[in-house]
């Protein structure tokens, strides 16, 4: 058990899988309009992942029906594709996705706009991926988890904006989800970060309180006092320098 560390190798196909879900959410990001419904989005990214020789990660993960997770506004995440959730002008769009190439996975999570969208919300998206990006600038070989928490835990402060405090981060690879679960908040974590791990850093930052529910279908999870919620991911490499990004286009 414990953190694994991985190989060359195995960087090299997590590579291959975060390429493939960079190539989706360059597709959510031209589908996104009004109109669109969630499950149209979800048989795009469907047809891409296969298209590149991957398996959608998210299918059949505890019994989840869909590929990718789709979560609009006040949901947070988990949100499950579907024919009656019609998006339209003034929406943020949180897409999450998942490819699994040759058994190792990708995995990364970006919220968009649908039109034009409040001045509140444009400062929501804005922080969120914000406070990922500030997160990744402290992950490296030596320094603390701890360091990168709070460096995500600073911006949404800043920002006065809630936390979620039940849903993080975590270990990537042959697994979705591996050691160790990562805070986007201060916890006096002790680990210390060692070139060749691989970790999803994910804030999920809400424009009122940090409290979140999950709804009736087991998946959903919304903010309790319904307002909105942005998630920003990535799946990354810790090096002996600048972390290196895997979810991206090669
Ligand atoms: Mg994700
Ligand atoms: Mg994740």
Not at 87 to 100: E, F, H, L, M
Not at 172 to 185: A, L
Request: proline residues 3%; contains cysteine.
């Amino acid at each position: 058990m414990g953190i694994k560390k991985k190989s060359k190798y195995q960087i090299e196909l997590m590579k291959q899988a975060g390429n493939v879900v960079a190539l989706v959410h360059q597709a959510m990001k031209e589908s996104i309009k009004e109109g669109v419904t969630t499950k149209e989005l979800d048989t795009i990214a469907n047809k891409i992942i296969k298209a590149n020789r991957c398996d959608p990660t998210f299918l059949g993960y505890n019994g989840f029906p869909a590929s990718i997770c789709v979560s609009v506004n006040e949901q947070v995440v988990h949100g499950i594709p579907s024919d009656d959730v019609i998006i339209k002008n003034g929406d943020i769009v949180s897409v999450d996705v998942g490819a699994t190439y040759r058994g190792f996975v990708g995995d990364s999570a970006w919220t968009y706009p649908c039109g034009e969208i409040s001045d509140e919300c444009k400062m929501l998206l804005k922080a969120t991926e914000d406070a990922l990006f500030q997160g990744l600038s402290r992950a490296t070989a030596g320094a603390g988890l701890e360091d990168v928490a709070g460096a995500i835990e600073d911006v949404a402060r800043w920002n006065n904006l809630g936390i979620v405090r039940q849903y993080g981060g975590h270990g990537v690879g042959k697994d979705m989800h591996e050691e160790p679960f990562i805070y986007n908040y201060r916890t006096n974590s002790k680990i210390i970060l060692e070139a060749g791990m691989t970790l999803a850093i994910e804030p999920m930052l809400n424009l009122g309180c940090d409290d979140v529910v999950q709804l009736d279908d087991n998946w959903t999870v919304i903010t309790k006092d319904k307002r909105p919620s942005a998630h920003f991911e990535h799946s990354v490499l810790i090096t002996d320098g600048e972390v290196e990004i895997l979810t991206k286009l090669l």
